[in-house]
């Protein structure tokens, strides 16, 4: 039996299924059976929440500032830079959105009902408890529903349940909605559908709100801190200018433009540019961001949580080793692909040494009813392909676990059992005749399929002579018995031991078993005695090639991996220790689902591998390194994955094969499904957050050198050092495109050799305080040597002094680059240059002249300017150096 089969079609007397009018009415009153999307949020909300921003409140209260003082200028880029902000925001999160839709669509089911006597097939959406499904190899259970009746149904639960093996199904039994049917067909009464269903229930589970990001905490803290200062500000300037005797309506213009200039106002515009360049950068390498503070989260992360199926895992099954009597052998090749080759200790076997192989292999072959797909029209099939009929699955139903499911894939897929699937793939690496070859040469008569409690299946073939070759296979322990073998007690205590070794590495092990007889005339199961033993086959989901890689790289930035999956303890425990997730000294114990409950004050965070999880212990599991202060993502694909996914700082969907759940859940959807992509993830993130903190450190210590030439000016016989324009004028050019700038800025070299920042730490810790005392200290010091020599050569000193504190502020940019010659961000490079064109504009060009009231500088004034932006420089490269060993921008 491969693909879909209706040989034995439910008769419509029997099961009549309701009439279409009753569907419709229970339609009505049970509403349509989908979990309800999230209400789409208005454009307004989008704006408000944008708004609410502390520093951009802030900037609000700047704006009202400089419109007070007259000056408009200013307060038309203070508010084009709130526009913009929110206007990046907004359509970074409509434009996630919209792509999420757009997978969803992809997804959407559909159903074989019975309805009024006749099969019929309608959206899932639209099936209603009491409806009769049919359910066929690649279906969809549309709802949740209890089994009727069931001929060798084999059914994939792993979106609910985590567990990666397909689960064998007898009538009676109840099926859930979201689970793949791999194998056999049945018939099944729905029984509750929508939010009533077992996925409905999960999706309940999610919360719609979303907690501050790390990043929005620290800058409402931040914002907290300058509106406090800046108020100081203003009556600290203003007082002192009174004591001095200057006219009251002077300083009130000099407070209020001095405490525009402490605020860095370019701040949120270089945050968002910096989110919405890391979202981008993202999206081409497989990201999708749903909200776009989570770019900067990411790089926070120093716990991911991670499931194992299709995630550290291929998401197939496929033969890694075979065992026989004469002895055994490594199978080489990935996914289902046909291709790879058979090797013992590394060399090639001898075509005697194949044989006893290739026996066991064909009979693993035969006593089969998966196929293998070949890759999709467009890409270029291989030789040797062995397919079957019912390899096309209908359309809206869905390919059974590990299949292709994108557009011109080259990938091979399993059509039916994956784990036959896979015994067909090792059969044509061994070099066996192909299933058409076979089953042609050797034709099926009869069959005893495979059920819970024989735990083997056996199959009957003709032979070209007449006889009859019996195949079967199987679990060890119901094979590997005197009642089924006749081989010698201490082969079977040899092939028992090599079974056990293979599982407790994690392998899933069948027995394969066979003989040739003259006659049979008994049923199939009759035959399943008095059989010789072929050999073992040991089948796992093996870790994707990069698993291991990302792990290490995680481990390199300070990131604790845990995994937590539905499957078996002894499968997780064999990937962690493949994928290096558990090294030597880490804790090595696997703690089920069972135990955890019998446990509940188990320390979740001194665990690192967990198996037979249910969604609220994995919520338990998020929710306990959460409390210990870890920022925490978590990937997953299913529907029990989507309360985890919301709970965690970041949660990661799989965008090909997850489900529409898990994507709503989400903050980031992977487009590639590859745990790869969320290091590179977790490096965007890093590398914002260093740009903010770059930003901070060279807008808040040129802020901080403006306030301090204008106290200690005074002092130095500089009366007013420098007028309110002036002082607006610097500030526009030093945060105005040089800032935002500095927010495209490329990643550090050192950025994933560090660990994660603690969340708790403030945006100015880990050095950024003492960077931006240093640096204000110098900027003041040479912008006032400038300014007294220039007074002291009789020069425009003001005007000196106003051109090298812009020049000092500009060399100060350029000094903080990671990478100082990179050509990856040359906006920098380009506004620094054009910020120091207007700034002689602002001492050649009449009218800025008038405005500014400055005057050309001459030659020397320009010396004096250059040599204190050179100083600058030099100071900041310093400080890069010594603050080295540190977590630094």
């Known amino acids: 039996?491969?693909?879909?089969?209706?040989?034995?079609?439910?008769?419509?007397?029997?099961?009549?299924?309701?009439?279409?009018?009753?569907?419709?009415?229970?339609?009505?009153?049970?509403?349509?059976?989908?979990?309800?999307?999230?209400?789409?949020?208005?454009?307004?909300?989008?704006?408000?929440?944008?708004l609410r921003d502390p520093l951009i409140m802030v900037l609000l209260g700047a704006a009202v500032l400089t419109v007070a003082i007259g000056d408009h200028s200013d307060a038309v880029v203070i508010a084009l830079v709130i526009v913009v902000n929110t206007t990046v925001g907004v359509a970074q999160e409509v434009r996630a959105d919209r792509a999420v839709a757009a997978l969803s669509a992809l997804s959407a089911p559909h159903a074989r009902v019975l309805r009024d006597g006749a099969a019929h097939e309608i959206a899932a959406?639209?099936?209603?408890?009491?409806?009769?499904?049919?359910?066929?190899?690649?279906?969809?259970?549309?709802a949740d529903a209890e089994l009727t009746e069931a001929s060798a149904l084999l059914m994939d639960e792993s979106m609910l349940t985590g567990e990666s093996e397909p689960v064998d199904k007898a009538p009676g039994r109840p099926v859930s909605a979201g689970t793949v049917v791999v194998r056999g067909r049945g018939t099944a009464t729905a029984t509750a559908t929508?939010?009533?269903?077992?996925?409905?229930?999960?999706?309940?589970?999610?919360?719609?709100?979303?907690?501050?990001?790390?990043?929005?905490?620290?800058?409402?803290?931040?914002?907290?801190?300058?509106?406090?200062?800046?108020?100081?500000?203003?009556?600290?300037?203003?007082?002192?200018?009174?004591?001095?005797?200057?006219?009251?309506?002077?300083?009130?213009?000099?407070?209020?433009?001095?405490?525009?200039?402490?605020v860095p106002e370019s701040l949120p515009a270089v945050v968002t540019l910096a989110l919405a360049l890391g979202a981008r950068r993202m999206a081409a390498r497989g990201a999708l961001v749903r909200r776009l503070p989570a770019v900067e989260t990411l790089g926070s992360v120093s716990v991911l949580a991670t499931d194992k199926t299709g995630t550290l895992t291929e998401g197939r099954m496929v033969v890694q080793h075979v065992w026989t009597p004469s002895g055994g052998a490594d199978v080489s090749g990935s996914g289902y692909e046909p291709h790879g080759e058979l090797t013992r200790a590394g060399r090639a076997l001898t075509p005697e040494e194949l044989r006893p192989l290739r026996e066991l292999l064909t009979t693993a072959a035969l006593c089969n009813d998966a196929s293998l797909k070949p890759p999709a029209p467009g890409s270029a099939p291989r030789s040797g392909s062995a397919t079957g009929p019912g390899s096309a699955p209908r359309p809206g139903s869905a390919p059974g676990p590990g299949s292709a499911t994108r557009p011109g894939s080259a990938a091979w897929s399993a059509v039916g059992d994956p784990m036959e699937a896979a015994l067909l793939s090792a059969a044509a690496k061994a070099g066996?005749?192909?299933?058409?070859?076979?089953?042609?040469?050797?034709?099926?008569?009869?069959?005893?399929?495979?059920?819970?409690?024989?735990?083997?299946?056996?199959?009957?073939?003709?032979?070209?002579?007449?006889?009859?070759?019996?195949?079967?296979?199987?679990?060890?322990?119901?094979?590997?018995?005197?009642?089924?073998?006749?081989?010698?007690?201490?082969?079977?205590t040899e092939a028992r031991e090599q079974a056990a070794a293979l599982?407790?590495?994690?392998?899933?092990?069948?027995?394969?078993?066979?003989?040739?007889?003259?006659?049979?005339?008994?049923?199939?199961?009759?035959?399943?005695?008095?059989?010789?033993?072929?050999?073992?086959?040991?089948?796992?989901?093996?870790?994707k090639a990069a698993a291991a890689a990302t792990l290490a790289a995680c481990r390199d930035a300070g990131i604790t991996s845990v995994l937590i999956t539905g499957d078996h303890p002894a499968t997780a425990r064999a990937i962690a220790e493949r994928t290096g997730l558990v090294q030597d000294g880490e804790p090595g114990e696997v703690l089920t689902g069972p135990e955890l409950a019998a446990s509940p004050d188990t320390d979740l965070t001194?665990?690192?591998?967990?198996?037979?999880?249910?969604?609220?212990?994995?919520?338990?599991?998020?929710?306990?390194?959460?409390?210990?202060?870890?920022?925490?993502?978590?990937?997953?694909?299913?529907?029990?994955?989507?309360?985890?996914?919301?709970?965690?700082?970041?949660?990661?969907?799989?965008?090909?094969?997850?489900?529409?759940?898990?994507?709503?859940?989400?903050?980031?959807?992977?487009?590639?499904?590859?745990?790869?992509?969320?290091v590179t993830a977790v490096e965007e993130g890093r590398r914002v957050y260093d740009n903010i903190r770059r930003f901070l450190v060279y807008a808040m210590a040129g802020g901080a050198a403006e306030i301090l030439v204008m106290l200690i000016g005074p002092l130095l016989g500089l009366a007013l050092p420098l007028r309110a324009g002036q002082i607006l004028w610097i500030n526009l050019l030093t945060h105005g495109m040089t800032g935002v700038a500095m927010g495209a800025e490329p990643v550090s070299p050192e950025a994933m050799r560090r660990p994660p920042r603690p969340p708790g730490q403030h945006i100015l810790a880990a050095g950024v305080w003492q960077r931006l005392i240093v640096l204000a200290s110098a900027v003041t010091a040479v912008s006032?040597?400038?300014?007294?020599?220039?007074?002291?050569?009789?020069?425009?000193?003001?005007?000196?002094?106003?051109?090298?504190?812009?020049?000092?502020?500009?060399?100060?940019?350029?000094?903080?680059?990671?990478?100082?010659?990179?050509?990856?961000?040359?906006?920098?490079?380009?506004?620094?240059?054009?910020?120091?064109?207007?700034?002689?504009?602002?001492?050649?060009?009449?009218?800025?002249?008038?405005?500014?009231?400055?005057?050309?500088?001459?030659?020397?004034?320009?010396?004096?300017?250059?040599?204190?932006?050179?100083?600058?420089?030099?100071t900041a490269r310093l400080l890069r150096g010594a603050f080295r060993g540190k977590a630094r921008p």
């Open 1 to 50: 039996m491969t693909g879909r089969t209706d040989t034995q079609p439910v008769r419509a007397q029997d099961h009549p299924g309701l009439t279409q009018a009753e569907a419709e009415r229970r339609l009505v009153r049970h509403g349509r059976n989908e979990v309800a999307p999230p209400p789409p949020t208005p454009l307004y909300r989008r704006v408000l929440a944008q």
């Open 125 to 142: 959406a639209l099936v209603v408890p009491g409806d009769t499904l049919l359910l066929g190899e690649g279906d969809i259970v549309a």
């Open 194 to 262: 929508g939010s009533a269903s077992a996925l409905g229930r999960i999706a309940a589970l999610l919360d719609a709100g979303h907690d501050p990001t790390p990043l929005q905490r620290r800058l409402a803290s931040l914002g907290r801190v300058l509106a406090v200062a800046t108020i100081a500000l203003c009556v600290l300037v203003f007082t002192l200018g009174l004591l001095r005797g200057l006219a009251p309506g002077t300083m009130a213009v000099t407070a209020i433009s001095l405490a525009v200039a402490a």
């Open 432 to 492: 066996c005749p192909t299933p058409a070859e076979l089953r042609q040469a050797r034709p099926r008569i009869a069959e005893a399929p495979f059920d819970s409690l024989r735990k083997r299946m056996t199959t009957l073939h003709r032979l070209p002579d007449g006889n009859v070759l019996v195949c079967l296979k199987g679990a060890p322990e119901a094979v590997l018995t005197p009642l089924v073998l006749t081989d010698p007690p201490e082969r079977l």
């Open 503 to 543: 599982a407790a590495h994690g392998y899933r092990v069948l027995a394969v078993a066979g003989t040739e007889r003259q006659q049979w005339h008994l049923p199939a199961a009759e035959a399943e005695q008095g059989l010789r033993l072929l050999g073992l086959i040991a089948i796992s989901d093996p870790p």
């Open 606 to 678: 001194g665990v690192r591998v967990f198996a037979r999880t249910d969604p609220q212990q994995k919520l338990d599991i998020v929710h306990a390194w959460r409390a210990r202060g870890a920022v925490t993502a978590m990937t997953g694909d299913g529907v029990n994955d989507g309360p985890a996914l919301r709970q965690a700082d970041i949660g990661v969907a799989m965008g090909a094969r997850g489900t529409e759940v898990a994507r709503q859940a989400a903050d980031l959807v992977l487009t590639d499904d590859e745990l790869s992509t969320v």
């Open 784 to 874: 006032l040597l400038a300014g007294v020599a220039a007074r002291a050569m009789d020069l425009p000193w003001q005007s000196v002094l106003f051109l090298a504190l812009l020049a000092a502020q500009l060399g100060v940019a350029l000094g903080l680059r990671a990478r100082l010659l990179t050509r990856a961000n040359l906006f920098l490079p380009a506004s620094v240059a054009g910020s120091a064109v207007l700034a002689m504009a602002a001492l050649h060009v009449p009218a800025l002249q008038s405005l500014l009231d400055t005057e050309p500088v001459g030659r020397t004034g320009l010396w004096l300017a250059a040599a204190a932006a050179l100083a600058a420089f030099v």
